[in-house]
């Protein structure tokens, strides 16, 4: 049976059938792995800015990409289509970029992993999750001057 609400106990189907947990010690381990889990999401996040900072692909030093005047102002027919991200100062940072791109595919499947996991309303697993969460936050992000880094998508999802 699948719960619809916050349910508390040692039996939880997570992620999938295979994954069930009938005993207290199963599901003791469970919670573990799915706390080292949030934590490893955050210690990826923290590396996949670094490299992207490594790389210069963002941060304080960076300088914003330029917004093109209006279509109908003086000059705006000759602002380029494709900003200098494609251009050939671009070029010789494609092996970063690509390993940027790659750890954030990563990451995103281990968060919506999680985010399913804590799908399965169980009050543990959910404390489990955020907990970790918290605590690879505070291991791997917390001082690392992320209020420095120029976010370069203004959804919070990401």
């Not at 040692?10 to 295979?18: E, H, M, P, Q, V």
């Not at 800015?49 to 027919?77: F, N």
Request: proline share 6%.
């Amino acid at each position: 049976m699948m719960h619809m609400t916050f349910y508390w106990g040692k039996s939880a189907t997570i992620l999938f059938d295979g994954w069930r947990t009938t005993t207290w010690t199963g599901y003791l381990l469970s919670l573990l792995a799915l706390l080292l889990a949030a934590a490893f999401y955050q210690y990826l996040e923290a590396f996949r800015i670094r490299v992207k900072l490594a790389a210069g692909g963002g941060g304080p030093a960076a300088k914003p990409p330029s917004i093109p005047p209006p279509a109908g102002s003086e000059g705006g027919a000759r602002a380029p289509l494709l900003g200098p991200a494609f251009g050939a100062a671009a070029a010789g940072r494609w092996p970063a970029r690509v390993a940027v791109a790659a750890l954030f595919g990563v990451n995103s499947g281990l968060g919506y992993l999680l985010m399913l996991a804590v799908m399965s309303f169980n009050g543990g697993v959910f404390i489990a999750v955020v907990v970790g969460l918290a605590a690879g936050y505070l291991a791997f992000r917390s001082s690392d001057g992320e209020d420095l880094v120029v976010v370069d998508n203004p959804c919070a999802c990401a």
